[in-house]
């Protein structure tokens, strides 16, 4: 996370401070004083705060006192507050300047926010990810097609497991664990003392899963 900080971080801004030009270049950031000194064997050497380092080129020093620079600010942050900082911002940019349709699910997706009691962080961030990931309309609607789909079978899977059971108990233990009936769930019109199994039961869950 710390490497992740330190990109966040402005290039520092040098200028040559050597009267005769070409042999000092400073930079001021944060009241920190970086300072290169091109030293007459060729190389540059960087005063304090980088500990007298000496490199061969002008451009590696620049990026010493860079990642110096960098690693003092990122460990000044919370990694964790600056995460949630972007998640937010994320949340926010998403949310755009148009105005959303409301529809049958408008509600439930606002009650499911990680703001409201039925909300849970981590799924949002799976779904910022998500989202993020797509940048079309299509490849959205795709996502949400995928989404739907997977719901879908799971309730179709659910439903014929309980089908299942029905088919292997009687009508009174049906009624009597689900507490409900439908019309033409027996097969005779008879429940035969509750010995009668719970076919026609698993039908008309059956029947209601196609309408």
């Known amino acids: 996370m710390t490497a992740d900080l330190e990109k966040l971080v402005k290039p ?4 040559d401070v050597d009267t005769y030009g ?13 300072r290169i000194i091109h030293k007459s064997d060729g190389k540059y050497w960087l005063t304090d705060p980088c500990c007298g380092t000496v490199v061969p080129t002008i451009k590696a020093a620049k990026a010493a006192a860079q990642a110096d620079y960098a690693s003092r600010i990122a460990a000044a942050l919370d990694p964790d ?9 994320k949340a926010e940019a998403l949310q755009g300047p148009w105005t959303d349709e409301p529809d049958d699910l408008t509600d439930a997706v606002m009650a499911s926010h990680p703001f409201k009691e039925r909300g849970d962080y981590k799924t949002y961030c799976r779904a910022l990810e998500l989202v ?40 009174d233990t049906v009624i009597g664990v ?3 009936k439908y019309a033409g769930m027996y ?12 076919m026609g039961y698993a039908a008309a869950i059956r029947a209601r899963g196609e309408a």
């Open 12 to 15: 520092l801004v040098w200028r």
């Open 22 to 34: 070409g042999t000092v270049w400073d930079a001021v950031a944060a009241g920190v004083v970086y």
């Open 81 to 89: 507050a600056v995460a949630k900082m972007v998640q937010e911002a």
């Open 132 to 171: 993020s990931n797509r940048h079309s309309k299509g490849a959205l609607v795709s996502l949400v097609n995928y989404l739907l789909r997977q719901s879908q079978e799971a309730v179709k899977a659910e439903r014929e497991a309980c089908a299942a059971w029905c088919e292997m108990n009687t009508m």
């Open 178 to 180: 689900t507490g409900r």
């Open 187 to 198: 097969t005779n019109g008879e429940n035969n003392g509750g010995t009668h199994s719970g």
